[in-house]
């Protein structure tokens, strides 16, 4: 290999471009004008919300698409011209990775070595240390069906790794796995990159991924907003964020919480963000003046034994008078996807014994509150991910339950969506609704009142955010995060333990 071809970039962008048309018609721009440099042996993100472009660029990468202008070269080929040639030196796990879950975990590993005609010496070299970077070696004779979240994708990540590519490409490898589980997808990355100088370009929604990496390309509606190390991007925040303690704020003579302080934040004409964060809230300034799963509750499973009651109602005996007073929101979308947005709300009114007035009053409160209204001919399976949820909230609304159980309602969602996600939550619990929500964002712990860490269906504490925060043990140079506790926590009730998919339930 040449010294100039050595110090080429592995990936260079220049004034890239991309448009699809949607169902409607409509024309959406994925790429606008995008230029950026991966080098040699680095950790890149790719950091924006949903709809920003990072997979579309990660496709284009990989030559699963082409381009509509501008150049893109992968490791000194053009990508449009040389699909395969990258593809036969590249690594690609993409954020639905194709695992085979009626094969055990060592049947996947050959049969994408046989895909990628990996010979059995080097095999033989290469599986004993993928399986002990991903401390998969316990369980090769395991079902990958019957991995946790975490496995799976660790799981993905050594298939991916077989052939010893030059270059990997990941899209959002942490999406819905619990912080146990990303901090040690973490640390196999950080291995890659630091001890075996392989290159890596990943797209995440997670501002605290992004600041391990060594160049970040923050993309918003298909353009470029910034790029650099996380240091030179934090830069443009300074003096704009500060955290308040909101024993130190009163409203109308009583101390406020978290919550109720961020919520009244977010209303100033100044302030960009408010977020709960360690018992405080970390505001940022416009620059002015200034668990187990929920299915077992909407009577999807019944309980084995115990008692369940629910808005005083016993959910073994009454289940239907409960469920009137219940609203459900799925992980999963789980609407009639082939129906409109209008058909849906009147589908799931009429199963809650709306009629008449009340039925044409709920109906257009939700198309105006969830600002579906421009949406609500289009057939709801073609609802953007951030609308599906906005969706699946108005049906479970439509009835004004008393209680309402959301289960991972931000899976996937970049901060922007959980920041509006959550001002709803709030407003609705100010409004005297009951809210139980799963989680594996532990920052998310911060909204509520009580928390509680679950764990192989038993719960291993529970309380206030600062009641659980208490149980963590950090160096007393920074603050405690609900993170440190929910590791802390789990740690010492596994005891070293294998480490299935973990949830939170506030």
């Known amino acids: 290999m040449s010294a100039a071809r050595s110090l080429a970039p592995m990936m260079r962008v220049r004034n890239l471009h991309k448009t699809f048309r949607r169902d409607d018609g409509e024309i959406t721009r994925a790429l606008d004008d995008v230029s950026f440099d991966v080098e040699r042996g680095s950790l890149a993100a790719l950091v924006g919300p949903d709809g920003a472009g990072k997979t579309t660029l990660m496709r284009l990468a990989v030559g699963l698409m082409v381009a509509d202008a501008g150049e893109l070269e992968v490791l000194g080929v053009e990508a449009a011209a040389e699909a395969q040639q990258i593809q036969a030196r590249i690594g690609y796990m993409p954020q639905r990775f194709g695992l085979y879950e009626d094969l055990s975990v060592q049947e996947n590993l050959d049969l994408y070595a046989d895909l990628h005609g990996v010979g059995i010496d080097e095999r033989q070299s290469r599986y004993p240390r ?60 950080l291995q890659l990159v630091d001890a075996e100088g392989l290159t890596v370009v990943l797209s995440t929604s997670y501002l605290d991924e992004a600041e391990r990496c060594g160049h970040v390309v923050v993309l918003h509606e298909g353009r470029v907003l910034a790029q650099g190390n996380p240091v030179e991007i934090n830069r443009r925040a300074e003096g704009r964020v500060f955290l308040i303690d909101p024993s130190a704020a009163r409203s109308a003579g009583a101390l406020q919480t978290a919550r109720a302080l961020q919520t009244r934040l977010l209303d100033e004409t100044d302030v960009v963000d408010a977020v709960p964060e360690g018992g405080r809230v970390r505001l940022v300034s416009g620059g002015g003046t200034h668990t187990c799963r929920l299915s077992r509750v909407s009577r999807l499973l019944p309980a084995s034994q115990g008692t369940l009651r629910v808005a005083g109602i016993d959910l073994r005996h009454a289940r239907a008078a409960a469920r009137a007073k219940l609203g459900y929101v799925a992980q999963k979308f789980s609407l009639y996807r082939d129906l409109s947005v209008l058909e849906n709300l009147e589908f799931f009114a009429s199963a809650y014994g709306l009629r008449g007035e009340r039925r044409r009053i709920r109906i257009d409160w939700a198309l105006q509150q969830f600002e579906l209204a421009p949406l609500a001919r289009l057939p709801s399976g073609n609802l953007p991910g951030g609308y599906k949820q906005r969706l699946a909230m108005a049906a479970a609304l439509l009835h004004e339950p008393e209680m309402l159980f959301l289960d991972e309602p931000t899976s996937g969602a970049d901060p922007l969506a959980r920041r509006e996600f959550w001002r709803r939550i709030s407003l609705l619990a100010d409004q005297g609704v009951t809210v139980i929500v799963t989680t594996h964002f532990m920052e998310e712990a911060e909204y509520c009142d009580r928390v509680a860490i679950l764990d192989q269906g038993r719960v291993l504490a529970q309380g206030t955010p600062a009641e659980v925060r208490a149980r963590a043990r950090v160096e007393q140079s920074r603050p405690t995060r609900m993170e440190d506790a929910f590791i802390a926590i789990v740690e010492e009730a596994r005891g070293g333990e294998e480490r299935p998919t973990i949830e939170a339930a506030a």
Do not use: N, Y
């Open 130 to 189: 993928l399986l002990q970077m991903t401390a998969l070696a316990p369980f090769t004779k395991r079902l990958a069906g019957t991995l946790s979240g975490g496995m799976k994708q660790k799981l993905g990540l050594a298939c991916t790794l077989i052939r010893a590519p030059e270059l990997l490409f990941l899209d959002e490898p942490t999406v819905g796995v619990d912080p146990l589980s990303r901090r040690e997808l973490w640390q196999i990355i």
